[in-house]
């Protein structure tokens, strides 16, 4: 959340690394470019359980891990780039109880409020005003993460107006309301207000549990982060054994903060099945969607949280009575993975990476993807194996198939 007890010139290319732990806590890393003329405060809301104290935020000391985000961004190919400005806002209340536990971490003082009342417990110049909190109702009963922050120091930089810094990763980690969900405080305030609409300049990462790794559709590191993060200066911020997630926010989206919560009671051993001659992986990415375009996406939305289960039931049945029945017709051979890939463009087989179509006399045993979808059932994974590449006419066959299966399931699903 970008949201500042006095005004700041310019905030931009806001990094956030949320990983769940155990004993239904969260850790979350914070990072932004900024340029500010005096010290402030950032706030950031917790959706933290009722009643918790001071002592419910462990606050992580990264100060000698600066690089942490490059580090973090080297997993991944390199996302484009975009620039977004971000306003601060003034503040004033009186002081009227013991202040707040400081923590000194990194270059930063830290303090933990668990509830907005315990706001008043800071230095005056580090709240926000009562009346900003009127834009933001959603956090009446949430906890609230303080960084103390100065503004770049040195007589040559105020001279030649270069202040803007990197601010140092900030870290913490907070009990969960929700133990299902991870949580992104991603709200602008400007001047304030929360408008509806703010411009993104963000990149979020994550190591979510089972759940979401399963059924969300981020982009998913080139290895584990162990190949690419320090784990010993990282300081157990990280899984090093395990991959990272990342998705990029530019642009004008909703003010909200991003969540990732899984699908309804999800059955991770359903998602994924093998036949002799097909590999399905069952695909509910639009339980995430947090801006569906149209009516079609919000169907594939509701689908996807809260009927998963019955869908993956019964997509596979329908696809391993599929494999029996077609199995001569259409060719197939038991699958492999390590079966050269093709895709389906249309009526033509595409070679994928080189973004080609194959030869006309292209032969041999090849696995084919292919993205059944419906009005209810979002674009699904499907391969199957072929002891030759089908030709235009056969896969206008196996589309069909494919979308009347998909129909008659969509026609099971619950209402």
Known sequence: ???????????????????????????????MNLDADEELAMILPLPVPPGVDERAVEFIDLEGYARFFRDLAA??????????????????????????????????EASFAPTRADLDRLDPRFQLAPDAWDSLPQYRDYGFAVFKLRPRAGLLGRLLGRRRQTVHPMAFSFPRRDPATLFFPTVHVHDGTAPARADFDHTLYCQPGPAIARTFGW???????????????????????????????????????????PPEDVELERLRARGECFALTVRATAAYYDEPAHEQQRRWHATATRHLNALARDLQREFQALEQTNRERWRLAPYDDALRELWVNGERLWIPGLWAPIPSEDAGPARVRFSPQSDHIEPQQLWLAFSQPPDAALLRDIQTELQRLLADVEARLPA
């Open 219 to 261: 982009e998913r590191s080139l290895g584990p982060l162990q190949d690419y993060v320090d784990p010993g200066r990282a300081r157990a911020v990280i899984d090093p054994a395990s991959r990272c997630y990342r998705r990029s926010l530019y642009g004008s989206r909703p003010n909200r903060d991003m969540t990732l919560t």
């Open 75 to 108: 997993a991944f190919p390199p996302p484009a780039v975009a620039l977004s400005r971000g306003r601060g806002m003034l503040a004033a209340a009186p002081e009227s109880r013991p202040r707040l536990t400081v923590h000194r971490v990194g270059r930063f």
């Open 1 to 31: 959340m970008c949201c500042f007890s006095r005004p700041v010139r310019h905030v931009s290319s806001t990094s956030i690394f949320a990983r769940e732990l155990a004993r239904a806590r969260q850790l979350l890393v914070y990072s």
